[in-house]
C-alpha cells in the first residue's frame, strides 16, 4: 500500500509570493528609471553555508528583478565601517550580513549596526521587540508594517499554506487548538517562531539542548501576547511526551547525523524542517501526513517581500 502522506516543496509555496513580488518589482521600476531595488549583501567570512546562501540570494534577487551587489570584505574588522557607508548611501535599499563573522556575541552587534529602514532580514531590535510583543505596526496609525525575521515568517507562510492556520478563525487567532514543538531556540529562528505561533494562538514546546519551554497564550488565550512556562530540563521523555502531543513538529538542528525520532511523532502530524541537513529520517512519512523538508526558497521570498515592504515604508514616511 502506498504512503498516505505527501511531501510539499518549497519552491510550491515560495511561488504563491514569487508572481506578487515581481509585479511590485515591475511597478517599482516605472518609476526609478527601468531600475530595481539594490540589495547588499556582505560577506566576510569563508562559512561554505554563508557562500551558498550569498550565491544563491544573489540569483534568485536577480531572477525576479532586483539588483544585488555581494561586498566581499576581506578583513572583518572593516565591516562595520561597510555597513555604515551602506546605511547612509540613499542608492541602497537593502542590507543583509551573512553569519557568522566573528561566531560569538559581537554578531548580535552588527545585526544591530544594519539601520533598521534597510534590514531586509528583519533583526533589528526594534522588530524583535514588535514581535515579542505582538506588534505588527511601527506607527501609531498603524500605516507602517513592522518586518519579520525571514526564517520564522517563512516557516509561518508554509503552515498557512498547509491550512495548519484556520482562517474561520479571527486573524491573530488561527492557530487556536494546534499544538506545535520546535527543536531549536536560536535567537534568529527558533524563539522568535515559537513567539509567532503562540501570538497566534498556538501551545508551543520549545526545546533546546538545555530545556524545554512551553509558549502560549493563556488559557481561551485570555493574554494579548505570549507567555513561557518552563516545563523542565531537556530528557528524552519529556520531548517524546510534548512531541506526541504536536500536530505540528518542526526542526532546526545544525548538526548532519541529528535525526527526529519518527517514534516521537504523532500519527498525522505535519513535519517541517528549516535546517541545512536533513533532520527527519526516511521513513518520517510513515507517521506525517505532510513533509517539507526544507524550507530556503520560501526564506528568500520572505526576504525579497520585507525588502519591497521597507521600500514602501520608507516612501510612505516621506508621504507625511
Ligand atoms: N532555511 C533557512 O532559511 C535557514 C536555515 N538555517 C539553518 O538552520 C539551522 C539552525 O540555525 P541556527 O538557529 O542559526 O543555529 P544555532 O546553532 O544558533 O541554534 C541551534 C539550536 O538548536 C538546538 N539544538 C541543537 N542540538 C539539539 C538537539 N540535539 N536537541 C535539541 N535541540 C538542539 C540548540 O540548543 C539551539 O537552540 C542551521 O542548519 C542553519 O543553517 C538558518 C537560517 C535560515
Ligand atoms: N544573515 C544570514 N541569514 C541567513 O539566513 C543565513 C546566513 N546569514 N548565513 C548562512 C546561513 C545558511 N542559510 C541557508 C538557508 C537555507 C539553505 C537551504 O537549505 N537551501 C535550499 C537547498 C539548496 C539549494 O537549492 O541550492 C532549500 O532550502 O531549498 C541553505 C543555507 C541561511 N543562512
Same mark, same amino acid.
Given at each position: ?6 511531501? /510539499?516543496?518549497?519552491?510550491? $509555496? !515560495? ?23 539594490? *540589495? ?13 546562501? !550569498? ?5 534568485? &534577487? ?7 551587489? *555581494? ?17 547612509? @548611501?540613499?542608492?541602497?535599499?537593502? /542590507?543583509? $550580513? ?16 544594519? %539601520? ?63 499544538? %506545535? ?13 515559537? !513567539? ?7 501551545? $508551543?514546546?520549545?526545546? +533546546? ?35 506526541? +502531543? &504536536? @500536530?505540528?513538529? /518542526?526542526?532546526?538542528?545544525?548538526? =548532519? ?13 505535519? %513535519? /517541517? ?41 520608507? =516612501? ?5
Amino acid at each position: 500500500m502506498s504512503k498516505p502522506g505527501r511531501t /510539499i516543496l518549497a519552491s510550491k $509555496v !515560495a511561488e504563491t509570493f514569487n508572481t506578487e513580488i515581481i509585479n511590485n518589482v515591475e511597478e517599482y521600476k516605472k518609476t526609478h528609471n527601468g531600475q530595481g531595488p539594490l *540589495l547588499v549583501g556582505f560577506l566576510a567570512n569563508n562559512d561554505p553555508a554563508a557562500k551558498m546562501y !550569498a550565491t544563491w540570494t544573489q540569483k534568485t &534577487s536577480e531572477s525576479m528583478g532586483f539588483r544585488y551587489d *555581494l561586498r566581499v570584505i576581506e578583513d572583518k574588522d572593516f565591516l562595520e565601517e561597510a555597513i555604515i557607508q551602506a546605511n547612509g @548611501d540613499d542608492s541602497v535599499n537593502g /542590507i543583509m $550580513v551573512y553569519f557568522p563573522v566573528f561566531g560569538n556575541a559581537q554578531d548580535q552587534y552588527l545585526q544591530q549596526v544594519v %539601520c533598521k529602514e534597510k534590514d531586509v532580514e528583519g533583526l533589528n531590535h526594534v522588530y524583535y521587540q514588535n514581535l515579542y510583543h505582538n506588534v505588527r505596526y511601527l506607527d501609531k496609525e498603524n500605516r507602517l508594517k513592522s518586518i519579520l525575521p525571514c526564517t520564522p515568517l517563512a516557516i509561518v507562510k508554509i503552515l498557512e499554506f498547509l491550512k495548519i492556520y484556520n482562517n474561520l478563525l479571527p486573524e491573530g487567532n488561527r492557530l487556536y487548538g494546534k499544538k %506545535c514543538i520546535v527543536i531549536n531556540r536560536s535567537e534568529i529562528v527558533g524563539r522568535p517562531l515559537a !513567539a509567532l505561533l503562540a501570538n497566534d494562538g498556538a501551545t $508551543v514546546y520549545s526545546v +533546546d539542548v538545555n530545556n524545554i519551554q512551553k509558549f502560549t497564550r493563556g488559557e481561551s488565550l485570555k493574554l494579548n501576547k505570549h507567555h513561557v512556562e518552563d516545563l523542565g530540563e531537556y530528557s528524552e521523555d519529556l520531548l517524546k511526551k510534548c512531541s506526541l +502531543d &504536536s @500536530d505540528v513538529v /518542526i526542526t532546526g538542528v545544525p548538526s =548532519e547525523n541529528y535525526k527526529f525520532p519518527t517514534e516521537y511523532i504523532k500519527e498525522g502530524a505535519v %513535519c /517541517i524542517n528549516f535546517a541545512c541537513t536533513k533532520n527527519f529520517s526516511d521513513d518520517v512519512k510513515e507517521k506525517a501526513s505532510l513533509y517539507v523538508p526544507m524550507t530556503g526558497k520560501v526564506t528568500i521570498a520572505m526576504l525579497l517581500r520585507n525588502m519591497l515592504r521597507l521600500v514602501r515604508n520608507v =516612501e510612505l514616511s516621506k508621504e507625511k
